[in-house]
């Protein structure tokens, strides 16, 4: 082998591991590792009487969170409280009566479905049991 080729050789493999080196902690913070997804059918997310009328309270489910409405009527509502479009946390307009994704000005009703922005599908919806002293959700 030449020492010309030698030398090109030696120079473009500094190169390239000087690349990987600088790229390898790029790529592992655009792709984080997967979590294991806990696996939880039933939470307690308030007590009776802790929600007061028109207002909401977010609370876990598994490794998401939730929201737990209770409408301006009385009636208990939960829903994931990830948006469908960018997985942006939505939030309960207590003055509109709507559920808001703040990231993209997305709006859900009250039954979760889309009224308008980008969300490409409704809101998924939780089962709520009032036992005893506690508002339990769980998936439909």
């Not at 592992?28 to 059918?41: C, M, T």
């Not at 977010?58 to 409280?81: H, K, M, V, Y």
Request: glycine share 8%; proline share 9%.
């Amino acid at each position: 082998m030449k020492r010309r080729n030698f030398a090109n050789l030696l120079l473009g493999t500094s190169f390239l591991g000087t690349m990987a080196s600088l790229l390898y902690p790029v790529i592992r913070y655009i792709l984080p590792p997967k979590q294991p997804e806990i696996s939880v059918s039933r939470v307690k997310a308030a007590n009776v009487g802790e929600l007061a009328p028109n207002t909401a309270k977010t609370f876990r489910f598994g490794n998401e969170p939730g929201l737990l409405i209770n409408t301006s009527s009385g009636d208990l509502l939960a829903f994931s409280a990830v948006c469908t479009h960018l997985t942006c946390n939505v939030r309960y307009e207590p003055e509109t009566e709507i559920i808001l994704c703040p990231c993209h000005n997305g709006r859900f009703d009250l039954s979760g479905n889309v009224i308008s922005g980008p969300p490409p599908a409704p809101l998924e919806s939780f089962q709520v049991e009032i036992s005893g002293n506690g508002i339990f959700i769980s998936k439909k």
